[in-house]
T-cell receptor, first 115, second 110 residues
Framework: DTEVTQTPKHLVMGMTNKKSLKCEQH?????MYWYKQKAKKPPELMFV???????INESVPSRFSPECPNSSLLNLHLHALQPEDSALYLC??????????????FGPGTRLTVT | RKEVEQDPGPFNVPEGATVAFNCTYS??????FFWYRQDCRKEPKLLMS???SGNEDGRFTAQLNRASQYISLLIRDSKLSDSATYLC???????????FGSGTRLLVRP
């Protein structure tokens, strides 16, 4: 079963709010990813966790704060976002971490609107 | 030059047609290659990995030409359900990082 789940499916938040996006996989994958996707554009990588440690931050603003509580869970904490941060936020996972190359499996995403 | 380039389409084909997409990539050090499909407002779904020897999965055939740095996807006997955006994906300098093309849109009409 190649299933990655994400909650919530939709989120509307004001610029002063704090919210969190959640991602979960039970496939034993050791790498997890956050992507941002704007309409009619391909996904853009934000963060990579490998073996529960943050290995890559693609110069993402600090108003986005990732967290990996355990090997199955990945959170993205949001604070003081801007309207231009409105997008589809996708979580993905892959079997191995480190420099291994594996297929990435995506969750259904959270559609975020910042008002 | 974009790292991964695809014809945006749309490719508008009748059911039963054969359609081919090409994709070129700029980084000769890329090691892994994939095709994903993405339906409107949905997540990308892995369609197939692309191997040096080429691979086939039912109606779908993928080919890799490392010398010319392009990847192809052939869809035979197109179905209405094949209508989607097809994303060509390669690994970048860091193998964990996927570089996505902008996608090729396919519309299959009855």
């Amino acid at each position: 079963d190649t299933e990655v789940t994400q909650t919530p499916k939709h989120l509307v938040m004001g610029m002063t709010n704090k919210k969190s996006l959640k991602c979960e996989q039970h496939m034993g994958h050791r790498a997890m990813y956050w992507y941002k996707q704007k309409a009619k554009k391909p996904p853009e990588l934000m963060f990579v966790y490998s073996y529960e440690k943050l290995s890559i931050n693609e110069s993402v603003p600090s108003r986005f704060s990732p967290e990996c509580p355990n090997s199955s869970l990945l959170n993205l904490h949001l604070h003081a976002l801007q309207p231009e941060d409105s997008a589809l936020y996708l979580c993905a996972s892959s079997l191995r971490g480190g420099n291994n190359v594996d297929e990435q499996y995506f969750g259904p995403g959270t559609r975020l609107t910042v008002t | 030059r974009k790292e991964v380039e695809q014809d945006p389409g749309p490719f508008n084909v009748p059911e039963g047609a054969t359609v081919a997409f090409n994709c070129t990539y700029s980084n000769s050090a890329s090691q892994s290659f994939f095709w994903y499909r993405q339906d409107c407002r949905k997540e990308p779904k892995l369609l197939m990995s692309v191997y040096s020897s080429g691979n086939e999965d039912g109606r779908f055939t993928a080919q890799l030409n490392r010398a010319s740095q392009y990847i192809s996807l052939l869809i035979r006997d197109s179905k209405l359900s094949d209508s989607a955006t097809y994303l060509c994906v390669v690994t970048g300098d860091s193998s964990y990082k996927l570089i996505f093309g902008s996608g090729t849109r396919l519309l299959v009409r009855p």
